[in-house]
């Protein structure tokens, strides 16, 4: 059902009135993790100021390590909601089991399903189920078809409203955090009517090369880019090392629509 033969035109992903896939990038910036409400209202401030309408933050983190933060969990969604309520931003959060699905709708505006979780498929059946929009990211070490699989596992449901995201995938490569398979782009919108994006923070894991990773995305036909913006990377409680802080952002944003409007 997700695959480009069965359907020639492209899906365009609802998220309260900002149309995805239509041929403009969406742009999704946000902490890493939720870790209280200042924190989240000055990086919300700050994408609101650009004219933006998305904004991402984890509440339940799957961490590497058991002894790494977990994230802040209903709290965490509690902050997003108020302060998507008070700025008019849509939330985009990652949804870790099944179990908390049903009571994180009333919070989020788009699930977002890891890395870590591509292949928990009750979770992706379970997000079929439900009227809200999936950002679903390539797994660790999954090829491409794999990735499509996860998502035909949603789309099977009933929910078509998906959008697949490239993050990087295991290589031997240890230069980069992971290394992006920039070509996954054109291919996943040749093979599938989704919509395509990338993330360059955790792709790359490194602030340097979010630049130039963001426009390679964009080069090659991606419908955004995510990437992680904290007040104050130093002390975030999670990916310290690769989130920009505000001054990087407004940087950042300013060089990708240089591109943007010369390409
Ligand atoms: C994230 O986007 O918060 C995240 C944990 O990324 P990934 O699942 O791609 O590792
Ligand atoms: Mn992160």
New binding site residues.
């Given amino acids: 059902l997700v695959s480009r033969q069965r359907k020639p035109e492209d899906t365009i992903v609802d998220v309260n009135g900002h149309k995805i896939g239509n041929g403009e990038q969406t742009f999704i910036f946000g902490?890493?993790?939720v870790e209280s409400y200042e924190q989240v209202l000055a990086v919300a401030k700050s994408i609101k100021a650009k004219g933006l309408t998305m904004m991402r933050g984890?509440a339940y983190?799957p961490r590497t390590s058991p002894y790494d933060f977990q994230g802040l969990g209903l709290e965490g969604l509690k902050i997003l909601k108020r302060v998507a309520d008070e700025t008019g931003l849509s939330i985009v959060t990652e949804i870790i089991t099944p179990s908390h699905l049903e009571e994180a709708l009333e919070y989020i505006d788009v699930i977002q399903i890891g890395a870590r979780n591509m292949q928990n498929f009750e979770l992706l059946k379970e997000a079929g189920m439900v009227n809200k929009p999936v950002l679903l990211k390539r797994g660790l070490a999954a090829t491409i078809d794999e990735f499509i699989n996860a998502a035909e596992y949603i789309i099977s449901k009933g929910n078509s409203q998906i959008m697949l995201c490239e993050r990087g995938i295991r290589t031997y490569e240890r230069a980069t955090r992971n290394t992006l398979d920039i070509s996954a782009v054109p291919i996943l919108k040749q093979e599938t009517h989704l919509p395509v994006f990338v993330d360059v923070?955790?792709s790359t894991g490194r602030k340097d090369l979010l630049l130039p990773t963001a426009k390679a995305a964009i080069a090659v036909g991606a419908d955004g880019v995510m990437a992680?913006v904290h007040p104050d990377p130093a002390v975030a409680l999670?990916?310290s090392a690769?989130?920009m802080d505000i001054p990087q952002f407004d940087e950042f944003y300013k060089e990708i629509q240089r591109f943007m409007n010369t390409h």
Wanted: aromatic fraction near 0%.
């Fill in positions: 902490p890493c993790a984890g983190k923070t955790h992680e999670s990916d690769q989130q």
